[in-house]
């Protein structure tokens, strides 16, 4: 379960106090699936980044199955992004010099997991999203749609309860960004919690819940995605 | 998948700044191995020349004072023998030779003459190693030492150079050119000394000092047809000037608190001066290496972090911690340091080895120990000057990173 009280996050821009995200109050139960929609600077990121342990708030708690998770150092909070949290991103951010099934590899190493079964797990996440013979392909020599498979492939490595996307169809075309989607409600059935940024409205409304931001305050919250972003 | 790998792939992802970095890296240590070698190896042939001098440290009675160097054996005034023996078995360090003599005045076909009894080194030398003990039971340091020359059978006349020599039976004696000259003597010739014969082994070469006139016999045969029991009026000792000036003269003097010790300074001076010369020189190209080397790697470091920002963050949003980032990046400097300090030795010695020659006019030979010396400095330069990147990578906040935000 991911909770958020009364989270603020505020910046210093030419001595004007900015509030990216202001007194945020949210309970996300396990195994949900949320999209978060809204303007640009409305908080999206900055939330989604918060939940995922990358941007402590200047006010306020984050807690992750209970735990607050910037009550610990950097290095624990690391250690819980690997054992509980999948990233996926809008431009992917596969390692570049990696093969597709190095980059899915990088978060097992991380993990201390056995050269053998590193490949073996990379080899089975690459086949379940149709990639089983790009195995050696380089990020450069993949198409975008391809890419972002190989990334969802790697957030998939350990095995996370909870999968953190930013715009993941942001960078790809309707067939493709309706694959992505569909992978995502499948990584939902098998029990994931799943929050998503997005600013399609196509994929807001395959999403269990919609989380509506304006200038930094969730404005709605509603069960059921029929909200145009 | 593991760290090696990562920094593997990423070093021949940017091939051109690898090249670039490592040559700088390569480059460095190539000319202080040379530059070292080279200077080690003048230094040794300066030392050796210097030995060419003679003895540096002379051992006296007290109540003698020091004329001329050449004949500071000549008088009237004795130590016990057994002084040598002391000095052979003491731990005093840096003493390559040792010469103990007794003069005693000669007339041959009207003519006066000065008969030197002089010791053989393997007589000396054998006593300290029956004890298992003593100044020559260790290498010496000393600059006096040949430089890959074999050894040849001993050639009596290099007594001129070397103070002293390894073997002469009780009947032999050597010939100074000029007494040689006027008495009419050459080598296998017999003559007439205190009324026993002696074979002349050698006549040897000039060297324009008293020394020219004088005829050397074995200490004790001399002792023994002298009727001087066990004494020396001088004992000779070729040091190691770096020693002398690090206070071998002291610690002999303590050694033999009943005899003056003195040296011959200018010769000493002109050692230290030029290996100080030479230490500098070495200092100087290290620190500009150091600097300019080091300056170098943490540019292209930085500049490197700087580009490979979202990777970072990517890392760290998957849950690299900041140890390993930072293990990331002085893995990579580890590395270019020490293939860089391989191939710069390598070269450097390569490159000491046929250039030196030319540039110093001395023999240069490799120096393995230096293999070690430029990893590890090659290792450390890499490592110190990579490390603010690396640092400065493990703390970047991955959400800058992304600019997502």
């Not at chain 1, 505020?10 to 303007?39: K, N």
Request: net charge neutral.
């Amino acid at each position: 379960m991911l909770q958020m009280e009364k989270v603020t996050k505020s910046y210093r821009h030419r001595r004007r106090t900015v509030a990216a995200l202001d007194g945020a109050d949210l309970t996300i139960d396990a195994g949900d699936f949320v999209s978060l929609v809204g303007p640009s600077g409305s908080g999206k990121s900055t939330l989604l980044l918060m939940l995922g342990g990358m941007l402590s708030p200047t006010l306020g708690r984050v807690l992750l199955h209970g735990q607050s998770i910037y009550d610990v150092g950097p290095n624990a909070r690391a250690r819980l992004r690997k054992e509980n949290i999948g990233f996926v991103f809008q431009t992917f951010n596969l390692v570049p010099y990696l093969t597709a099934q190095e980059n899915v590899q990088v978060p097992l190493c991380l993990n201390g997991v056995a050269a053998d079964a590193q490949a073996r797990r990379a080899v089975e996440l690459l086949q379940r999203v149709g990639l089983g013979d790009r195995l050696d392909h380089k990020p450069t020599e993949l198409s975008v749609g391809q890419q972002q498979r190989v990334a969802l492939a790697r957030m998939l490595a350990n095995d996370p309860s909870v999968i953190l996307a930013d715009e993941p169809t942001g960078n790809l075309d309707p067939e493709t960004a309706e694959q992505v989607i569909s992978f995502f409600e499948q990584f939902n059935a098998e029990g994931r919690t799943i929050v998503m940024v997005t600013h399609d409205p196509r994929a807001a409304a395959r999403a269990k819940r919609t989380l509506r931001l304006a200038e930094g305050k969730v404005v709605s919250d509603q069960p059921q995605a029929r909200i145009v972003a | 998948m593991n760290l090696r790998t990562l920094v593997w792939r990423e070093l021949f992802e940017r091939k051109s700044q690898m090249i670039t970095v490592f040559v700088g890296i390569l480059l460095g240590i190539t000319t202080v191995v040379a530059i070292k070698t080279i200077t080690h190896y003048s230094e040794k042939a300066v030392a050796r020349e210097l030995d060419t001098l003679g003895a540096n440290v002379l051992v006296l009675p007290k109540s003698v004072s020091l004329q001329d160097y050449y004949s500071a054996d000549m008088h009237d005034q004795y130590l016990p023998e057994e002084y040598v023996l002391r000095l052979t078995m003491s731990d005093v360090q840096g003493v390559d030779n040792l010469s103990p003599k007794l003069c005693v005045p000669v007339e041959l076909e009207g003519r006066r003459y000065t008969l030197t009894g002089i010791l053989p080194k393997s007589e000396f030398s054998a006593k300290a190693a029956w004890a298992g003990a003593g100044i020559f039971s260790r290498p010496i340091g000393c600059g006096a030492i040949g430089v890959g020359e074999t050894p040849k059978p001993e050639d009596k006349k290099t007594l001129v150079r070397k103070r002293v020599i390894e073997t002469l039976e009780p009947d032999e004696a050597l010939v100074g050119s000029d007494a040689a000259a006027s008495l009419g003597l050459a080598d296998g010739d017999t003559v007439s000394l205190l009324g026993k014969q002696f074979s002349v082994v050698a006549v040897l070469p000039e060297t324009g000092t008293v020394d020219d006139s004088r005829i050397f016999a074995h200490l004790h045969t001399v002792q023994e047809l002298s009727d001087r029991d066990q004494v020396v009026n001088c004992i000779e000792i070729v040091g190691c000037c770096k020693e002398i000036s690090a206070g071998l003269v002291d610690k002999v003097n303590r050694l033999l608190p009943d005899a003056k010790v003195v040296t011959v300074a200018q010769v000493v001076a002109t050692q230290t001066k030029i290996n100080r010369l030479m230490e500098r020189l070495s200092l100087i190209f290290l620190v500009i290496i150091v600097v300019v080397g080091g300056a170098g790697i943490a540019n292209y470091m930085y500049a490197n972090v700087h580009e490979r920002r979202r990777e970072i963050g990517t890392l760290m949003a998957l849950g690299a911690e900041s140890s390993f980032i930072l293990r990331l990046f002085l893995t990579k400097a580890c590395l270019l340091g020490v293939v860089g300090g391989v191939a710069g030795f390598a070269i450097g010695t390569l490159l000491a080895v046929t250039v030196g020659p030319r540039l110093a006019g001395v023999t240069v030979l490799p120096m393995p120990v230096l293999a070690l010396w430029a990893v590890l400095l090659s290792v450390a330069i890499a490592l110190t000057s990579s490390f603010f990147p690396a640092r400065r990578a493990a703390r970047l906040d991955p959400c800058a990173t992304f600019q997502e935000v």
